[in-house]
């Protein structure tokens, strides 16, 4: 059953059952074992670290942020398969596709908003979800008592759309429940 937040300024939909089951295990199995998976570096507060998880750029542009600029490989069958699929039922199109992998409950994502320029001004992102269950956290900028939590399902699809990136931030906590390795994919469009 797809889901509607009403939550103010933002507009998300989460469906969890996107993707066949058998699927998104196959697509999940591809991805993990057939990707030049790398671990970036990241400066925090002026302190150079790496980033706690592992990533891969695919599509058609280069794509650049937190001072990374990252130069995609081509979209393999599956994914231009799933980039058509999502482009058919969202109504949107996709230039890239950014892969994250977390590894296990100590890889994670720090809150931010996906807010580059070169996103546009109301930036559809369309985000896959494969491998184990992870909790999402999504906090309101200014309003900090508003808050949702959710679990991101494997095969799901969480939609963020609107002004959603304006108005919040988004983060992919870390765990110390033991958690087997998860992948995002998030499609998005790169405007010139
Ligand atoms: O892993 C996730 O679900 C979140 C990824 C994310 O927020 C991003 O890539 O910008
Ligand atoms: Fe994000």
Known sequence: ????????????????????????????????????????????FGKEMMQPRLTHLFGERSYSYSNIKMNPAPFPKSLHQLK??????????FNVCLANLYRDGQDSMGWHSDDEKEL?????????SLGAERMFHLQHKTKKELKQK???????????????????????PKTK????????????QIID
């Open 150 to 172: 959710f679990v991101l399902a494997p095969g799901s699809l969480l939609m963020m759309t609107g002004e959603t990136q304006h108005f919040w931030k988004h983060q992919l």
């Open 120 to 128: 546009g001004e109301n930036p559809v992102i369309a985000s896959i």
């Open 84 to 93: 058509n699929k999502l482009e058919n039922s969202t109504k949107s199109t």
């Open 1 to 44: 059953m797809k889901e509607e937040f009403n939550l103010p300024q933002a507009h998300l939909i989460y469906d969890p059952d996107f993707l066949e089951p058998d699927f998104a295990k196959n697509l999940f199995l591809e991805l993990y074992t057939q990707t030049s998976w790398i671990q970036e570096p990241i400066k925090i």
């Open 177 to 188: 429940k033991k958690v087997a390795p998860r992948i995002n994919l998030t499609f998005r």
